[in-house]
Each structure stands twice: as structure tokens, then as C-alpha cells.
């Protein structure tokens, strides 16, 4: 009898430490993601939507099953559709026109509430420090998106090919003037020395101008001459300004036009979109390149992968006559991450962002997480699987990078840097043991060469003071832009003489442009 | 007059009038988005009306006129080669005596028919480049370097040089069908007469051709403003939006990229309107002129 009653106490007991898994397990939420990262090199066997350990760190942080409504690397159509069809996965992650369009037809869900509950998280740090990315995506007061934090020190520099500068015994450049002796020598003088006129002084975007200050831009040479395209700016009579009709934009493409004359930018760069400029680069008949950090570990790692001898030097050229350079800082935000207001665990959502960043910046990790991080390191895995891709910094990394670099350098101790930072100075301890091992020797271009000359002192940067759309913007905003485009490209190549800029910026102002400055300018106002 | 087997073919009428139901009747419905400013979540019924407005939108666009100038331009001309270049060539085709070079050559120039312009754009741009095969041979003929595909005035020829390249072999093999129909006794009479081939092929082949080059007229006179834009969107560049911006890249660019549904159908809803007007008229000019009809 006794023995009976034990066991079954015993029985009753393992029921109930079995009972609550099982009740765990069938009352996991399961979130749909509208996938918007990019598919990097995975290691054997990891899959973008089944098996990854960002994907795995963000589940288990969540305690959650995540299944991708598509997977596609750019989903920009797919969220259009999702956009199109008002049938939006539990959440996805958006570019501002998007934004607006979901906020507009209502739905979103309010992420407030659950934002506050997770106040003390990381989540919490990353908008700490940067609150103007938060306020972007306040309505009313409620948070409606979680935005992407700004990319500081982002802004391109002028890269120069080092090793054909040697060549040449030339000088890294510093004035408009030098700059323009510096292409032409690199497009007469033979640098790659392989007896043919094949080389190309600078690459330029297709639209002079880049959207969000990225490689190939003109905008660093406009801002020389107190220009800022693409940009609203706030003059210091109070007025507001889109910066692609202000004046010194005549005096860039004039300038531009008159080397494209004399052939010292690249002749099709009309026709030539990132993957051909990437070409051009890599196979070594580039020797100047606007272009942010991010270029280091990219195009000019693959371009010494092909070319050994081949060395790029970042420098902040051009600078004016007191040794200045200006630039503009990028849009503080240009993605939302949202939730769909039928997401029945928005919370869930947030977790899982904050489960695949703890991964990422290894916060909280033992030696296995350590170890597969690295092994995420070595197979060049980056971070564009994690499956909810929203930006997200606590500190300018920039300069966190920036001075862990340096430190090493300098004393040649990692102690009290970050684990992230450690990983990366451990990667570049793997190239100069083995050479092959690029990983650590692009790092090392875009965190502290790059970082070196972005975090000068002799740099001024202007502030767009609005990024949103206006109710006019909607309508003629595309028209507005397709137009730009083209009379800038014309401008350049020739086809149009400088006086199509006064035309385009009577045009612009006729054709919608000045109702919308009227309502950027109310906006600015308040 | 009904008999009992005809069923049968009636019920093979039913998937395509289902086909046509479901995917050319039923989204007719979409076209009231033109008049509503067009919110997805909200949907059709509950968007705000807002009449004519994208019309008038459209018309006062800046570019509005350039992008109809040269979808027209553009589609009219590639009516016009799609017409001539391959009832010329199948007629050339027709006189070889060779069954085996005939077939053969039929097969080759159809080959590209079935290529999709993503495919082609990179061929197509690589030999058009600054640094590519054209420029070479110029170079080496002792001519200048030209950006053909950025420069306004070679970019509309290459639309229509290459499409028309692509398109001519399944033109061809079309003529090429309505020629083996003709009547042998016809050549024949003709040559008791004393008709030399050339005369031949003016007296009897190209009218016994006429109904058929009536009628693919007609089909295409329909698409006066579809002026391709697989091909445009691959190949251009705001470079050459003066001659090569049409309605369907504007459009795109404008309406889909971002998210203005109800101008871009408004904008379709135009294309239609003309392009039916077009058929209608070319319909009745064809019972007019070549007493053939289509419908």
C-alpha cells in the first residue's frame, strides 16, 4: 500500500515537472518575418530561414517560433506587395515611403507599451543614446516603429590607390586643385603600367549625386562650395532649402561637366550602376573613389585579394583654405522595423530583436557562444541574416572602433575593449599571421585608417532638418527627383550647358517644389 | 440548329472563358482606384474619393508630353520595321530553293524571340559600350569613341535596331506560313505569261499576303502605346529619358517605386482607353481599305 502511494506521488510529481514544458511548448507564439536582410556566405549547413545562430539566439531569447512569410535577399518588391495587399507578416522592415503608407492606412500596431516593459534592456540603451531616431517614430507620442539608429562617421572620404601615388611619386591630395592634377595623372601617366590609356581618375554615381551620402557621390565637392544635394537644409536665415537647387550645385556640375570634358572621371558612368563601378574598381583601373568606411572591407579588400600590391590610402580632400572639410550627416532614419496591428505578440517581436543583438555584440555569452561567433567571423557571415535587419548602435561605433584599433596598436593590449571590438582586433592578429586572411586587413581599412581621418577635427558637418514626406511630396516628389536626375547627368555629360541648372531650378520651384519647401519650412516651424 | 456533339466544344470554351473572367473582367473593377486616393489597408471601397484628380495630375506633369511623344514615336516605328524587315526577308526566304538551308535559317533568327530582355540587356550593353565591340570596330576603322547608350541621339535607334533584331524571326516564320498557302496555280499562270521572278513576287505573292499583313497591322496598331518596357527599363538611363522615357518606365518609376497606385492607374486606364480606340479604328480602316475584318 505504502509503496503504491509513493508511487504514484512519484508519478503525480514527474507529471507536473513534465506538464509545464509541454504546456510551454504548444503555447510558443509564432512570429512571421518579412525577411530584409542580405544572404551572406553561411557556413555548411546554416540556412537563411532554418538554421542560423542569430536565428537560433533570437528564438531562444524570445522563447518563440519564427517563420519567414519570404526570404528573398531583396525584398523591396515583396513589401510593396505586402504594402499593396494590406496583408503585412506579423513584421517587417520598411524604407520611410513604406513607413508612411502603413501608417496611413493604420496597420501598425502601437509599440509603446511593450517598448516601455523592455525599458532596462538593451533596446532601451540603443534609444538612450540616440533619441533622435526615437522621436522619429513618435506619433502623437505613441512609438509606432522601431527606427534604425544613425550611422555616424559614416560620411565618404576620398580613397586614393597608394600604391600607384608611389608609383608616380605624387602626393596624397588636399585642395580641388590637387585633386584635379591627381586624377590626371592617374589617367595620362600610365599607373597600372601596362602601356594602355585604360586607367579612370574618379568614379562617379549615376545621379552625381548618391541618396544617403554612399560611395561615388559628388556630395563632399558641393559642400565645398556650400552645397548639400539631396537634403533639406536650414540656412542661417532661418529658411529652409532643398539642397540640390542651392547654388553651389551650378558650380559642382559645372566642374564636374569640364573634367568629364577633359576625360578625367570615369566616361559611362551614366550607364554604370554599383555592381559595374564594384568591376571597375576591383579589377584595378580605379585610382579615386568618394566612398564611405565600409568601402575598407568591401571593394578595396577584393581589390588587394586580386591585386597584392594594390594599397588604398582614405584622406579628406577636398579641404578649403583654412583646412576644412565638409560633409553632411546621413538621415538619422531610413528604416522602420514594424509590427503589424494583428500581431498578437508585439512584445515577442521586440524580443527577438533583442535576442539576435545580444548575440551579435556577444553580451552575455559563454564560451560556446564565443566560439560560434567566431565561427560566424571566420566564414565572413554577416550580419545581414539576422532574421529582423533593423540598425541598431548604442554607442558611435565609429569611434569605439576607432580607439580600440588605436589602443592595440599603440600598447598592444585588448584590455577593457568590447568583445566585439576584441574579434576584430583578434581577426586582424589572423591576417598578419597568415596574409591570405583578408577579413582582419579590410577591418582594419574601414575601422582605423578610415577612422582616423572621419574622426578628425577638421571636418564640419551640416544637418538635414527634415526627412520625412510631405502631403505635397506624394504627388510630385518622384516627378520632382526623376527630373533632377536628369538634367544633372545632362549637365555632366555635356549634353546640356551649365544654364539647364537655372532652368531645372525655376522648373523645380514651378512644378511643386516650392509648395513643398513652404511645407518643410511649417513643418521645421512646428 | 442545335446537334448533340457541339456540346463538347463548348466545353472546351469553359476554362478560357474562366481564364478571361477571372483575369481580364473581374479586375476591371480596380480601375475606380484611378479615381480614389487609393490607401491598400483601407481598400477600394473606403478610400477617399477623389474624382479626376490624378488625371489632371498626369496632364500637368512636366514631363507628360515627352513621355507620350516617345512611347508613340518609338512604338510606331517599331510597327512599322515589325511589318516591313519580316515580310521582306520571308519573301527572300521563300526563293531559296535549299528545304535545308531554308529550315536552318528560319530556326536561327527565331532564337532570340524566346530570350527575355534582362538576358539581353547585358549583351546588348557590353557590345554598345564605351570600351565595347561597335566602338572598337570604329576605332580600328579609324573613327571616334561614342556613349551610344547615353547619348540621345543613338539611344532610339538601338531600341528599335534591337528589338527589331529579336523580334523579325517569329514575324518571319508568320509571312512564311501565309506565302506556302498560296495557291501554286497562281505562280504558275504567272510564269506561262512570262512573269519573271521579281514580277512574281509583285503580282502574286504580296497581294495574296495582303490579308495577313492587314492583320497583324491591326493586332499591333493596338499596342501604339505599348512601346516595350522590359527592353527600356534594361537598357536606359536617366541620361536618356529625353528620347527613351516612355509611359510604362515613367509610370514605374513614378507610381510603383513610390507607392502611387492611383496615379499609375490612371495612367493605365489611359493607355487602354487609346489602345482600344486605335483597334477599333484600324479594325474598321482594314474592312475599308483590304475589305478584311478582324471581329
Redesign the interface.
Known amino acids: 500500500m505504502k509503496r503504491t502511494v509513493l508511487s504514484l506521488l512519484l508519478a503525480l510529481v514527474l507529471l507536473f515537472t513534465v506538464m509545464p514544458t509541454f504546456a510551454e511548448d504548444a503555447e510558443k507564439p509564432v512570429i512571421s518575418i518579412g525577411f530584409s536582410g542580405s544572404a551572406a556566405s553561411l557556413p555548411e549547413g546554416h540556412t537563411l530561414d532554418t538554421y542560423n545562430y542569430y536565428l537560433e539566439a533570437a528564438k531562444e531569447y524570445a522563447n518563440c517560433e519564427i517563420e519567414f512569410a519570404w526570404n528573398l535577399e531583396n525584398d523591396s518588391q515583396k513589401v510593396a506587395l505586402a504594402v499593396a495587399n494590406g496583408e503585412m507578416p506579423d513584421v517587417m522592415i520598411v524604407d520611410q515611403a513604406n513607413y508612411v503608407a502603413l501608417l496611413d492606412s493604420g496597420m501598425l500596431a502601437d509599440l509603446t507599451d511593450v517598448f516601455e516593459e523592455r525599458q532596462d534592456t538593451i533596446l532601451g540603451e540603443v534609444y538612450a543614446a540616440f533619441p533622435e531616431s526615437f522621436e522619429a517614430a513618435l506619433v502623437k507620442g505613441r512609438l509606432m516603429a522601431l527606427p534604425n539608429t544613425p550611422q555616424q562617421y559614416e560620411n565618404p572620404v576620398l580613397w586614393v590607390r597608394q600604391d600607384w601615388l608611389d608609383k608616380l611619386n605624387l602626393e596624397l591630395p588636399k585642395t580641388l586643385d590637387d585633386l584635379e592634377e591627381l586624377m590626371r595623372a592617374f589617367v595620362e601617366q600610365d599607373p597600372d603600367g601596362n602601356g594602355e590609356n585604360d586607367t579612370i581618375g574618379m568614379t562617379v554615381i549615376q545621379t552625381v549625386f548618391s541618396d544617403y551620402n554612399f560611395n561615388n557621390g559628388m556630395e563632399s565637392i558641393a559642400a565645398l562650395f556650400g552645397a548639400y544635394p539631396r537634403m533639406w537644409y536650414m540656412q542661417d536665415n532661418g529658411e529652409v532649402i532643398y539642397g540640390s537647387v542651392m547654388p553651389g550645385i551650378r558650380d559642382t556640375l559645372e566642374l564636374v561637366a569640364r573634367w568629364y570634358q577633359e576625360g578625367l572621371i570615369d566616361k559611362e558612368f551614366a550607364n554604370h550602376t554599383d555592381t559595374q563601378f564594384t568591376e571597375q574598381m576591383v579589377s584595378g583601373k580605379v585610382g579615386i573613389a568618394f566612398g564611405r568606411g565600409a568601402l575598407g572591407c568591401n571593394q578595396i579588400q577584393n581589390t588587394h585579394a586580386n591585386d597584392p600590391e594594390s594599397y588604398w590610402t582614405p584622406v579628406l580632400c577636398p579641404l578649403d583654405e583654412n583646412g576644412i572639410y565638409y560633409s553632411h550627416t546621413r538621415t538619422p532614419v531610413s528604416s522602420y522595423l514594424v509590427v503589424s496591428k494583428d500581431c498578437k505578440n508585439p512584445g515577442t517581436v521586440l524580443d527577438i530583436v533583442i535576442g539576435e543583438y545580444k548575440w551579435h555584440w556577444m553580451i552575455d555569452q559563454d564560451e560556446v557562444g564565443l566560439a560560434k561567433r567566431k565561427e560566424y567571423d571566420v566564414a565572413g557571415t554577416l550580419w545581414g541574416v539576422m532574421p529582423l535587419h533593423i540598425q541598431l548602435e548604442r554607442v558611435p561605433i565609429a569611434i569605439e572602433r576607432y580607439n580600440a584599433f588605436k589602443q592595440y596598436f599603440e600598447t598592444g593590449s585588448v584590455e577593457g575593449l568590447s568583445a566585439q571590438c576584441k574579434q576584430f582586433i583578434a581577426a586582424w592578429e589572423d591576417y598578419v599571421a597568415d596574409n591570405t586572411k583578408l577579413t582582419g586587413w579590410g577591418w582594419r581599412y574601414m575601422m582605423y585608417d578610415y577612422g582616423a581621418v572621419i574622426t578628425a577635427d577638421n571636418i564640419e558637418f551640416a544637418n538635414p532638418c527634415y526627412w520625412g514626406t510631405t502631403e505635397t511630396m506624394k504627388d510630385s516628389w518622384a516627378s520632382l527627383r526623376s527630373m533632377e536626375e536628369e538634367v544633372f547627368v545632362k549637365i555632366v555629360m555635356g549634353e546640356s550647358d551649365i544654364t539647364a541648372f537655372d532652368q531645372f531650378v525655376e522648373d523645380w520651384y514651378a512644378n511643386g517644389g516650392a509648395k513643398i519647401t513652404e511645407e518643410v519650412q511649417q513643418f521645421v516651424a512646428g | 440548329m442545335y446537334r448533340k456533339y457541339e456540346y463538347q466544344y463548348y466545353l472546351m470554351l469553359v476554362p478560357v472563358l474562366a481564364f478571361l473572367l477571372v483575369f481580364h473582367i473581374a479586375p476591371l473593377f480596380g480601375i475606380v482606384i484611378a479615381f480614389e486616393r487609393f ?5 477600394i471601397i473606403q478610400s477617399e474619393w477623389v474624382g479626376l484628380k490624378y488625371f489632371r ?1 498626369l496632364v500637368s ?3 507628360s508630353w515627352r513621355i507620350f511623344r516617345n512611347t508613340v514615336i518609338i512604338a510606331i516605328e517599331k510597327i512599322i520595321l515589325g511589318i516591313v524587315v519580316p515580310v521582306f526577308f520571308s519573301i527572300l526566304l521563300n526563293e531559296l530553293r535549299s528545304v535545308h538551308i531554308k529550315r536552318t535559317v528560319q530556326t536561327i533568327i527565331y532564337i532570340p524571340h524566346f530570350l527575355s530582355w534582362v538576358v539581353l540587356a547585358a549583351p546588348i ?1 557590353n557590345i554598345f ?3 565595347g565591340m561597335l566602338n572598337n570596330l570604329t576605332v580600328w576603322l579609324g573613327g571616334e569613341r561614342t ?1 551610344f ?2 547619348s ?1 541621339r543613338y539611344f532610339r535607334g538601338i531600341l528599335i535596331f534591337t528589338n527589331e533584331w529579336k523580334e523579325f524571326g517569329f514575324g518571319t516564320i508568320v509571312y512564311l506560313a501565309a506565302i506556302t498557302g498560296i495557291n501554286p496555280n497562281l505562280y504558275e499562270a504567272a510564269e506561262i505569261d512570262g512573269a519573271s521572278r521579281l514580277q512574281k513576287i509583285i503580282y502574286v505573292t504580296l497581294p495574296c499576303m495582303r490579308a495577313i499583313i492587314v492583320l497583324m497591322l491591326t493586332r499591333s496598331l493596338g499596342n501604339v502605346l505599348n512601346a516595350g518596357f522590359d527592353q527600356v527599363f534594361n537598357l536606359y ?3 536618356v ?2 528620347t527613351a522615357d516612355i509611359i510604362d518606365t ?1 509610370v514605374y ?9 492611383s ?1 499609375s492607374t490612371a495612367m493605365s486606364l489611359i493607355k487602354s482607353f487609346i489602345g482600344m480606340t486605335m483597334i477599333l479604328t484600324s479594325n474598321y480602316l482594314s474592312l475599308k481599305l483590304a475589305d478584311y475584318r478582324v471581329f
Request: net charge negative.
Open positions: 490607401l491598400p489597408a483601407k481598400g495630375n506633369l512636366p514631363e550593353m559600350a564605351y570600351n556613349l547608350l547615353s540621345n538611363s536617366p541620361a529619358y529625353e515613367y518609376r513614378v507610381g510603383l517605386l513610390d507607392l502611387n497606385y496615379l
